[in-house]
């Protein structure tokens, strides 16, 4: 159970191009989920929280119209990279709560998605 | 604010070395506590959690209890392989938000 699929795994854009990034919870519904950025050999950087049918909440220092985030549904999130850049290029991980859990328990991670801007 | 502080690494070990890979918090309240697993290429995998003061986490051989008296919760194996090659990340959850908070993660290379 708590299953995170996250697609693509891998792409790679033009510069100015605009990629979507979707994250799925299989068997479980997630009210809340959360984008992360990863860079080499550093840690997870939050980006965002995904709220179901609401706005997302930003971290700081995050464009929030260059990464769009849609939740639409309690099981689909999508984060788009907008006009995206080289300096884009990173590894993005989501995770998703299930909805009945616990606050202060654990999230569970998608496969996470190599973007690489050319 | 919350915050986790773990050896930075990287870390090197013969199999069948001991490993022990420190971690720090800080925190308001009485937070959970987690080390997460990332494997190349992939996103992260819970390890172990520990949800209160002196409980202990344990899974695939590893464990890291909750130390509340000393904010810690380091993790531990007695004899490690060379799959267990990965990045290990801490983290916490306080259970005012649903936001993890990571440490800088510890890359773990083992050499047979």
């Known amino acids: 159970g708590a299953v995170v699929s996250q697609h693509p795994s891998r792409v790679i854009c033009k510069s100015g191009t605009s990629v979507k990034i979707e994250c799925r919870s299989l068997?479980?519904?997630?009210?809340?989920m959360f984008w992360y950025r990863q860079f080499p050999k550093k840690s997870l950087m939050l980006m965002a929280t995904s709220n179901e049918g609401s706005k997302a909440t930003y971290e700081q220092g995050v464009e929030k119209d260059k990464f769009l985030i849609n939740h639409a549904s309690l099981t689909l999130s999508t984060l788009t990279v907008t006009s995206a850049h080289p300096e884009d290029s990173s590894f993005y991980i989501c995770?998703?709560?299930?909805?009945?859990?616990?606050?202060?328990?654990?999230?569970?991670f998608g496969q996470g998605t190599r973007l690489t801007v050319v | 604010g919350n915050s986790v502080t773990q050896m930075e690494g990287p870390v090197t070990l013969s199999e069948e070395a001991f490993l022990t890979i420190n971690c720090t918090y800080t925190?308001?309240?009485?937070?959970?506590l987690f080390w997460y697993v990332q494997y190349p290429g992939e996103g992260l995998q819970l390890l172990l959690k520990a949800t209160k003061a002196d409980d202990k986490g344990s899974n695939k051989g590893f464990e890291a209890t909750y130390r509340k008296e000393t904010t810690s919760f380091h993790l531990e194996k007695g004899s490690v392989q060379v799959s267990d090659s990965a990045v290990y990340f801490c983290?916490?959850?306080?259970?005012?938000?649903?936001?993890?908070?990571f440490g800088t993660g510890t890359r773990l290379t083992i050499i047979p």
């Open positions: 925190a308001t309240g009485y937070p959970s």
């Open positions: 068997d479980f519904q997630a009210t809340t």
């Open positions: 995770s998703a709560r299930d909805r009945g859990q616990t606050l202060g328990t654990e999230a569970f």
């Open positions: 983290a916490l959850s306080d259970r005012i938000n649903e936001k993890l908070t």
